[in-house]
C-alpha cells in the first residue's frame, strides 16, 4: 500500500449536503420519537387505574410505612412486595406526606426519575466531547 493510496480524500460539495441532510433527518426523527415517548408519558401518568400487574405493590408499601407498619414484615408478604426496594418507598415518603400514596403520585416520581436520568445521558455525552446531533439522538433514544 502506498502513500498515495493512503491519503483520505475530502468530500465534495455533494457528500457535504447528503450528510446535512441525512442528520437533519435522524434530528427529526429524535425529536417525532421524543414527542411520542413525551406523550405515553403524560398518559401513564394521569391514569388512575393500575396499568401493570404489581404496580399497586409499591403504593401500599408506601401506605403502609405512612402508617407506622413495616412492609417487610412476614404477615405482610407477598402483598407488600415492589421491585423498588426500600429506598425509594423512603425517598418518596415526604411526598407521600403532602400528597398521599397516589398512583398519580408514585409515577410522577418514576417520571421524574426517567427525566433525569436522561438529563445525565446528556450532561455525560456533552462532557466527553460528542456532538449535539448525537447527544440529542442517544438522549431521545433513552428517554423513549
Known sequence: MSLEDSVLTLPSGF??????LLVAVLLL???????RAAQYMVWYVVKDYPLEYREFGVIFSTHLILQGFN???????PVAMNAYGLIYNF?????AHVWGATPFMHRLVSCFFIVM?????????????????????????LFA
Open 15 to 20: 457528500s457535504r449536503r447528503i450528510e446535512k
Open 91 to 95: 425517598f418518596v415518603l415526604p411526598l
Open 117 to 141: 436520568t436522561c438529563a445525565c445521558l446528556l450532561w455525560g455525552l456533552r462532557v466527553s466531547r460528542v456532538s449535539w446531533t448525537m447527544s440529542v439522538v442517544a438522549v431521545s433514544t
Open 29 to 35: 426523527c429524535a425529536v417525532l420519537l421524543t414527542v
Open 71 to 77: 412492609p417487610y414484615a412476614i404477615e405482610l408478604q
